[in-house]
């Protein structure tokens, strides 16, 4: 493949990725306000389009139209930067997730990934760690005490769960022996007593790691019942209380992007990525890799909006003590135990 080839379907690929993210977000909004409200026996939207579908829509042109309102006696520079850091670090972790293997476009073949890179997980990491950038100077800039409670909360919350984020991810490096996620989605191919899938979350007991993860994750993206750093009932709204229009609507994009994002890894890291079902023969693996990945990503989000409405807020103090002194704890003993078995077998 030529320079300019190369440059060319990279810039294809970015733009496609790109639309489906913002689409994604878009509808996994108007998917979280009808299950929650069937849940609370509501309706939800119906309005505008059959089923409220063209909801998203309507929603994108009220805030691009509404008086973006800045209040006198915040700092502007920051004020205005942080909902940007937050969406663009958000929006630029997607890249180094692979949707699925190689495909041949007549005599290009290129990987259904915006970049290959062999420490995919480790610039995943660092790009979501830099978004509570965001956060934080968006409540320190808004010069309110509700925006930086909220943003003191966030930092806070996010250091905290990140560790035991990051812990539950180094069992699966240790047994696929890479960071590259597309390595780490071929360690998990095959079958072991003929039937069960070789994904990780079946072998060497990483479903601990999984339950570890996905707490962290609740944490990470500040969703119920971890969602102390917003908390309407006690700080109006937390960081972005002082923002509207198009700065609010870049915050709630940013917080739909890292719930798509860490729904993505969490495909890879322990639900096999892209390979096909849990019962079915071998030649399943290889079809339709995209809609099987994209029904694990589907089926995380759906637990996301389920728990928003049936658990009930954390107080603070319950928040940070579950995660220093239970899955802090949880996540390092996984990790001895799984690197100890992966020494007694070699």
Not at 126 to 139: E, K, Q, R
Not at 205 to 231: C, K, S
Not at 306 to 312: A, D, F, K, N, Y
């Amino acid at each position: 493949m030529t320079l300019g080839t190369f440059i060319l379907v990279s810039l294809v690929k970015i733009l496609l990725a790109l639309f489906v993210l913002l689409t994604a977000v878009a509808y996994t909004v108007w998917l979280e306000r009808k299950v929650v409200g069937h849940i609370q026996n509501r309706w939800g939207p119906t309005r505008v389009g059959p089923f409220g579908l063209l909801q998203p829509m309507a929603d994108g042109v009220k805030f691009l139209f509404k008086e973006d309102l800045t209040p006198p006696h915040v700092y502007r520079p920051l004020y205005i930067a942080a909902p940007m850091i937050a969406v663009v670090f958000a929006l630029t972790s997607i890249a180094v997730i692979p949707f699925g293997n190689w495909i041949a476009i007549g005599s290009i073949y290129t990987p259904l990934q915006i970049a290959d890179v062999n420490i995919g997980l480790l610039i995943i990491l660092g790009i979501t760690s830099l978004g509570v950038y965001g956060v934080a100077l968006s409540g320190w800039s808004s010069n309110s005490k509700y925006s930086l409670l909220g943003g003191l909360r966030a930092s806070a919350q996010m250091v905290s769960y990140e560790i035991a984020l990051g812990l539950s991810l180094v069992g699966v490096v240790i047994l696929s022996g890479s960071l590259s996620l597309r390595e780490i989605v071929d360690a998990q191919a095959g079958h072991f007593w003929g039937f069960i899938p070789n994904w990780n979350i079946f072998r060497g007991g990483q479903f601990v790691a999984f339950f570890i993860y996905l707490m962290a994750a609740y944490a990470e993206t500040n969703r119920i019942p971890f969602d102390l750093p917003e908390a309407e009932t006690e700080l109006v709204a937390g960081y972005h209380t002082e923002y509207s229009a198009m700065k609010f609507a870049m915050f709630f994009m940013a917080e739909y992007a890292n719930m798509i994002t860490v729904a993505c890894l969490a495909s890879i890291m322990f639900l096999g990525g892209w390979r096909g079902p849990v019962f079915g023969p071998e030649i399943l693996q290889d079809v339709l890799p995209i809609f099987w990945f994209l029904l694990r990503v589907f089926v995380f989000l759906f637990v996301y909006i389920w728990v928003r409405g049936t658990l009930p807020r954390f107080r603070y103090d319950q928040l940070m003590a579950f995660g220093w002194k239970c899955l802090l704890p949880l996540a390092i003993a996984n990790l001895v135990i799984t690197a100890l078995v992966v020494a007694l077998r070699a």
